[in-house]
C-alpha cells in the first residue's frame, strides 16, 4: 500500500521514455546541416574506446567512493547527523545537485532543444525545455506529497497500535480482586490519568521522530530516482562520442561531479536510516548508473547520433525532466529544510557556515560546467 505512489511514478516515468523515444519523425525532421561539429583531429575510435573503458571504471570507483563516504563517517562523532558538521557538509552537496540541475542538465536541454536540426515548428517556436521542467517539479512535488502523506497515514496507524498496546500493559488486573493494578515509580504518588498522559506524550514525540524518519526515507527515494535518470543520459553521451577531446575532459569533470553528487546522497540515505542492506541497494545503484550509461553507449554508438533529430528530442526532454526534479529536491527537500529547521534557526553562525557551503559546491560544479 504505501508503496503505490513509488511504483505509479515508475511506470508513469516509463510510459514517458517509451513514448518519447517513439517520437513522431514529422515533428523532428529538419532539412538542415545536423553533421556533428567537431574537429577530426579527435575522432579516434581506438583511442575513444580506451578513455571510455578507463571512464567506466574510474566513475564507478568515485561514485562509490562519494556515495559511501557518509555511511562510514557516521564513525566519527563529528559526522553523525545531528551535528553541526554534518549540516555544514550535506549543505555543501546540496549546492553540488543544485548547480547540477541549473549549471548543467538544464542548459543541455536547452542546447538540445534549440538544435537547428530541429524543426521551427514548434521545436523553436515554445520552451519545451523551461516547460517541462516546471511539470516536471510540480510532478516531483505531487509524488513527494502524496508518498510523503501515505507514509505518514500508515506510521500514525502504526504508532496507535502500539499506543494501545502500551496502555494495556501498563494496566493489568489484579487476578486476586479484579482490580485494575496501575504500574508507577518507586516515587510513588501515580494516577491512571498521570500515566496516560506520559504515555501520550513520550508517543507524540515518537510519532514526531517517526514521521519524520518517514520523510527522510521518500526524500532519499526520489532524490536517487531523479539522480539516476540524469546520470544515465550523461553515461549515454559519453559512451556514444569517439571524440577524444571531449571524453578526456569529461572524465575528469564526471568523476568529480559523481563522487560530491553522490556524498548528498549517502548523506540522505544515511538520514533515512535504512539497514545495510537497502543501503547497500542503493549506493549500488547510484554507482552503476553512469557506467551503464557508457556501456549502453558502446552499444548503440553505430546507430545512436548526438546530432539526430530523435536523439536530441529524446535527450533533450529527459533532461528537463531531470533537471526540474533535480532543482526541486535541492532547494526544497534539502536546502529549505535544514535552513528553516530547528537547529540551523537557533544559530545564525552555523546558517552562514552553511550558506558559505552551498556556494562553494555550487560554484565548484558551475566551474564543472566548462569540461562537462
Same mark, same amino acid.
Given at each position: 500500500?504505501?508503496?503505490?505512489?513509488?511504483?505509479?511514478?515508475?511506470?508513469?516515468?516509463?510510459?514517458? !521514455?517509451?513514448?518519447?523515444?517513439?517520437?513522431?519523425?514529422?515533428?523532428? +525532421?529538419?532539412?538542415?546541416?545536423?553533421?556533428?561539429?567537431?574537429? *577530426?583531429?579527435?575522432?579516434?575510435?581506438?583511442?575513444?574506446?580506451?578513455?571510455?573503458?578507463?571512464?567506466?571504471?574510474?566513475?564507478?570507483?568515485?561514485?562509490?567512493? /562519494?556515495?559511501?563516504?557518509?555511511?562510514?563517517?557516521?564513525?566519527?562523532?563529528?559526522?553523525?547527523?545531528?551535528?553541526?558538521?554534518?549540516?555544514?557538509?550535506?549543505?555543501?552537496?546540496?549546492?553540488?545537485?543544485?548547480?547540477?540541475?541549473?549549471?548543467?542538465?538544464?542548459?543541455?536541454?536547452?542546447?538540445?532543444?534549440?538544435?537547428?536540426?530541429?524543426?521551427? *515548428?514548434?521545436?523553436?517556436?515554445?520552451?519545451?525545455?523551461?516547460?517541462?521542467?516546471?511539470?516536471?517539479?510540480?510532478?516531483?512535488?505531487?509524488?513527494?506529497?502524496?508518498?510523503?502523506?501515505?507514509?505518514?497515514?500508515?506510521?500514525?496507524?502504526?504508532?496507535?497500535?502500539?499506543?494501545?498496546?502500551?496502555?494495556?500493559?501498563?494496566?493489568?488486573?489484579?487476578?486476586?480482586?479484579?482490580?485494575? +493494578?496501575?504500574?508507577?515509580?518507586?516515587?510513588?504518588?501515580?494516577?491512571?490519568?498521570?500515566?496516560?498522559?506520559?504515555?501520550?506524550?513520550? *508517543?507524540?514525540?515518537?510519532?514526531?521522530?517517526?514521521?519524520?524518519?518517514?520523510?527522510?526515507?521518500?526524500?532519499?527515494?526520489?532524490?536517487?530516482?531523479?539522480?539516476?535518470?540524469?546520470?544515465?543520459?550523461?553515461? !549515454?553521451?559519453?559512451?556514444?562520442? *569517439?571524440?577524444?577531446?571531449?571524453?578526456?575532459?569529461?572524465?575528469?569533470?564526471?568523476?568529480?561531479?559523481?563522487?560530491?553528487?553522490?556524498?548528498?546522497?549517502?548523506?540522505?540515505?544515511? +538520514?533515512?536510516?535504512?539497514?545495510?542492506?537497502?543501503?547497500?541497494?542503493?549506493?549500488?545503484?547510484?554507482?552503476?548508473?553512469?557506467?551503464?550509461?557508457?556501456?549502453?553507449?558502446?552499444?548503440?554508438?553505430?546507430?545512436?547520433?548526438?546530432?539526430?533529430?530523435?536523439?536530441?528530442?529524446?535527450?533533450?526532454?529527459?533532461?528537463?525532466?531531470?533537471? /526540474?526534479? !533535480?532543482?526541486?529536491?535541492?532547494?526544497?527537500?534539502?536546502?529549505?529544510?535544514?535552513?528553516?529547521?530547528?537547529?540551523?534557526?537557533?544559530?545564525?553562525?552555523? +546558517?552562514?557556515?552553511?550558506?558559505?557551503?552551498?556556494?562553494?559546491?555550487?560554484?565548484?560544479?558551475?566551474?564543472?560546467?566548462?569540461?562537462?
Amino acid at each position: 500500500m504505501t508503496k503505490s505512489p513509488l511504483i505509479s511514478f515508475a511506470a508513469v516515468t516509463l510510459i514517458l !521514455l517509451l513514448s518519447i523515444s517513439h517520437f513522431p519523425g514529422a515533428l523532428s +525532421q529538419s532539412v538542415k546541416d545536423c553533421k556533428p561539429k567537431s574537429d *577530426n583531429t579527435c575522432i579516434d575510435k581506438n583511442k575513444a574506446l580506451d578513455l571510455k573503458l578507463i571512464a567506466i571504471f574510474t566513475i564507478l570507483i568515485t561514485s562509490l567512493i /562519494g556515495v559511501c563516504l557518509p555511511f562510514f563517517a557516521r564513525s566519527v562523532s563529528a559526522f553523525q547527523p545531528e551535528k553541526s558538521l554534518f549540516l555544514i557538509v550535506k549543505s555543501f552537496a546540496s549546492g553540488i545537485i543544485l548547480s547540477t540541475g541549473f549549471m548543467h542538465v538544464l542548459p543541455d536541454s536547452f542546447d538540445m532543444l534549440s538544435s537547428p536540426c530541429l524543426n521551427d *515548428n514548434p521545436w523553436h517556436k515554445f520552451p519545451f525545455t523551461g516547460f517541462v521542467a516546471m511539470i516536471s517539479a510540480v510532478f516531483t512535488l505531487m509524488v513527494d506529497s502524496i508518498t510523503t502523506s501515505v507514509f505518514t497515514k500508515s506510521g500514525r496507524r502504526d504508532m496507535r497500535a502500539t499506543d494501545t498496546a502500551d496502555v494495556a500493559s501498563a494496566e493489568t488486573p489484579d487476578q486476586e480482586t479484579g482490580s485494575v +493494578q496501575v504500574h508507577v515509580s518507586h516515587h510513588g504518588h501515580g494516577h491512571g490519568h498521570g500515566l496516560h498522559h506520559n504515555l501520550h506524550g513520550d *508517543n507524540d514525540k515518537e510519532l514526531g521522530s517517526h514521521l519524520q524518519l518517514l520523510r527522510y526515507r521518500v526524500i532519499a527515494i526520489v532524490l536517487e530516482l531523479g539522480i539516476v535518470v540524469h546520470s544515465i543520459v550523461i553515461g !549515454l553521451s559519453v559512451g556514444a562520442t *569517439n571524440n577524444t577531446c571531449t571524453i578526456k575532459g569529461l572524465i575528469a569533470a564526471l568523476c568529480f561531479h559523481q563522487m560530491f553528487e553522490g556524498m548528498g546522497l549517502g548523506g540522505c540515505i544515511l +538520514q533515512a536510516e535504512y539497514g545495510w542492506g537497502k543501503k547497500a541497494v542503493m549506493a549500488f545503484f547510484f554507482a552503476v548508473t553512469t557506467p551503464f550509461g557508457v556501456a549502453l553507449g558502446m552499444a548503440l554508438s553505430k546507430t545512436y547520433k548526438e546530432n539526430s533529430p530523435d536523439s536530441l528530442i529524446t535527450v533533450g526532454l529527459l533532461n528537463a525532466s531531470s533537471a /526540474g526534479l !533535480l532543482i526541486y529536491m535541492a532547494l526544497v527537500d534539502l536546502l529549505a529544510a535544514d535552513f528553516m529547521g530547528q537547529k540551523m534557526q537557533r544559530s545564525i553562525k552555523l +546558517q552562514l557556515k552553511s550558506y558559505a557551503a552551498v556556494l562553494l559546491g555550487a560554484g565548484g560544479m558551475s566551474v564543472m560546467a566548462k569540461w562537462a
